[in-house]
């Protein structure tokens, strides 16, 4: 048995926190739960905290040491189509240009997209769904 047990929150260095924070609270609907303006913000989904700091110099990328991704469950697809539609108004730089079937036929639907920062968000949903109308796209590793 390991000696840790699951995640107590991660850590976002973001370039923009008020870009950021409203990323998280308006697109998301994470609940804030502390702020101070140019320096931190916590937010929450409920299940999962997401500290950000105001500390980045410049935009992330998944080609530098560091976190490639953040993964966070959806309960639906449905819920993935509200959210990628909330990003498109907000003009959100998505990956593989919207909700996809992860890899192959048969994977997850995820949608994968940018924060204000640049960090990658992956939207992932364990439903399944006739795969037809849902285009394949890259998975996880893949970059654009």
């Given at each position: 048995?390991a ?9 976002l ?29 916590y ?98 590793g893949?970059?654009?």
């Open positions: 048995m000696l840790t047990h699951g995640v107590n929150h991660v850590g260095s973001v370039t923009d926190l008020e870009a950021s924070m409203d990323f998280f609270t308006e697109i998301l609907e994470f609940e804030r739960l502390q702020y101070e303006a140019g320096h931190h913000a937010v929450t989904d409920g299940v999962t905290m997401i500290t950000l700091w105001q500390t980045a110099e410049r935009e992330a990328t998944v080609s530098v040491a560091g976190m490639h991704h953040l993964a966070l469950s959806v309960p639906s697809v449905a819920v993935l189509r509200q959210i990628e539609e909330r990003m498109k108004q907000r003009k959100v730089r998505l990956q593989f240009g919207g909700i996809g079937v992860k890899g192959q036929e048969g994977g997850s639907i995820a949608l994968f997209c940018y924060e204000p920062s640049g960090i990658r968000i992956e939207l992932t949903t364990p439903e399944k769904v006739e795969a037809k109308e849902i285009p394949i796209i890259g998975g996880c893949a970059v654009d």
